[in-house]
């Protein structure tokens, strides 16, 4: 007992030490943070070098791209180029992947040996491979593809595998987009037949100035002058040769000297898919309604009033020195005055169909307002033939009917022949002549005939009047405006081109 009580009070009487010494714990954390340090510093290296690395990569790659980009661009110009300059498509693909291959070259890629294939429309030059294919946006359209490859090498990331280096791989696609537009004056006297269609151009035997204000004489063909009248129009455009007297003036509305345009290359039709002037083409075709045939002062329609035949249409003064007709819109066959006279017609707005020839030969006046007229025949006015129409615009051919912008229209290739009253004595479809006084506002389209106008006089509105027809030939005094756009008809120009622009779509 004695023993364990001295052995306590030594105990108790043992200084005590404290735990957790200030000097002794911070030497204990710099030893731990050292150690994790030393740990985790192969890592943290390998980290950085692998950033360092994945940039380098992707720097390489947007480098890649930019080339692919441009090489794909360079083809596409070089295709449309080589089309330009009257290339085949197999001429031009070929020209397109040289001139893609030779840029990507250019921009760093590896060549080398290049190889053609004209079936497969590839061309395969090492790390560069272009191919000529079908558009995107459009296929129709051609489009280069040019894909290039590149091998760089790793460095750091070599301790974590095996490879020497990382393949990367751009791919650029450039579209050739090719629109055909229209430039140049409009014109107002236009002669649609090509050379090899048959057309014979315009013809122009006048002895005063022909004039086109704001507009230009435009033809498929030729164009000829055999007078002494001047021209006075905004272009005088042929696809083939332009001959026009050494003494003749040509200037524009301004005054200035004109320079004509022989082959000029052609023009389409610009009427020719219009959906309204198709209709009633056809219309025209199958119409089955009666004949207006004036002569000795009657017409066979009803007098005075009308009586339910013939569209409503009726005559006053029949049989008299003087007959006076009303004319609904409707069907009829054929037009025909041959005798007697005089006659006027007043057409009201509307739509006229006539499947037969349209004969105005005897001292006739002709008036209508919003008024087209359809043929499937020939047009012939002559001896004191007056005629004054004009087209609806497109509120009035919405409101009463009619083609906006359109007054007469045909799509006839007949001529004139011997068997109906032939008095202008020539082989057109559409002819006029014997003192003609003709003011039309609107369009004159007869595509597959050709129109003729002689006399004294052929005057046009002063307003909008085009005349479009296969072939053209006139003499006396002409005069047209291109301003039927106003009125709804189609819009167009002097020259039709095609516009080439490319574009990477991919």
């Not at 661009?73 to 030779?102: I, P």
């Not at 006046?365 to 020939?378: E, K, P, Q, Y």
């Not at 002559?382 to 045909?410: H, R, Y």
């Amino acid at each position: 007992m004695r023993l364990g009580l001295s052995l306590w009070s030594r105990l108790a009487r043992r200084p005590r030490q404290r735990v957790g010494d200030g000097a002794a714990l911070a030497r204990d954390r710099r030893a731990g943070v050292a150690l994790i340090t030393a740990l985790s510093m192969p890592v943290l290296l390998m980290s950085v070098a692998m950033g360092v690395e994945v940039s380098h990569w992707s720097a390489q790659q947007l480098d890649l791209q930019r080339t692919a980009d441009l090489a794909s661009l360079a083809g596409a110009n070089a295709y449309g180029s080589a089309l330009a300059q009257g290339d085949t498509a197999a001429q031009a693909a070929a020209a397109a992947a040289a001139g893609a291959a030779d840029v990507a070259e250019l921009n760093g890629a590896a060549g080398g040996s290049r190889s053609w294939s004209p079936g497969a429309k590839t061309l395969t030059d090492n790390q560069i491979t272009v191919l000529i294919t079908s558009g995107v946006r459009n296929a129709a359209d051609p489009a280069v593809q040019v894909t290039v490859g590149r091998a760089v090498p790793l460095l750091f990331a070599r301790i974590a595998t095996t490879g020497e280096a990382v393949s990367l791989v751009a791919r650029g696609t450039a579209e050739d987009t090719s629109t055909q537009q229209w430039s140049g004056a409009q014109p107002c006297v236009a002669a649609l037949k090509t050379a090899a269609q048959g057309g014979s151009g315009i013809t122009y035997t006048g002895w005063t100035t022909m004039s086109a204000i704001g507009c230009s004489v435009r033809s498929n063909a030729n164009i000829v002058e055999t007078g002494s009248g001047g021209w006075n129009t905004e272009g005088i455009i042929a696809a083939g040769t332009v001959t026009i007297p050494f003494w003749v003036s040509n200037t524009d509305n301004k005054g200035a000297t004109l320079t004509p345009h022989p082959n000029a290359g052609t023009i389409p039709d610009a009427l020719a898919s219009n959906p309204a002037l198709t209709a009633a083409f056809k219309q025209a075709a199958q119409s089955t309604g009666s004949q207006i045939a004036c002569s000795n002062q009657h017409c066979g329609l009803p007098e005075g009033a009308p009586n339910g035949t013939f569209n409503g249409s009726y005559c006053s003064g029949q049989g008299t020195g003087s007959v006076t007709c009303t004319l609904q819109p409707g069907s009829y066959s054929n037009f025909e005055v041959t005798g007697g006279g005089p006659y006027t017609f007043n057409l009201q707005p509307g739509m006229y169909y006539f499947n037969g020839n349209i004969d105005l030969t005897n001292y006739t006046t002709t008036n209508g307002s919003a008024v087209t007229i359809v043929t499937t025949g020939t047009f012939n006015g002559a001896n004191t033939f007056n005629f004054n129409l004009s087209a609806p615009d497109a509120t009035q051919a919405a409101s009463t009917g009619g083609i906006a912008g359109i007054a007469i229209a045909g799509n006839s290739a007949a001529t004139i022949s011997s068997s109906t009253a032939n008095a202008c004595n020539n082989t057109s479809t559409i002819a006029v002549c014997g003192n003609p006084q003709v003011h039309i506002t609107g369009v004159l389209y007869f595509p597959n005939g050709t129109f003729s106008g002689q006399g004294s006089t052929t005057a046009a509105s002063s307003s909008c009047f085009e005349l479009l027809a296969g072939s053209v030939s006139l003499s006396g005094d002409s005069g047209y405006s291109g301003t039927c756009p106003s009125l709804g008809a189609p819009g167009f120009g002097s020259f039709y081109s095609a516009v080439t622009s490319v574009a990477l779509v991919q």
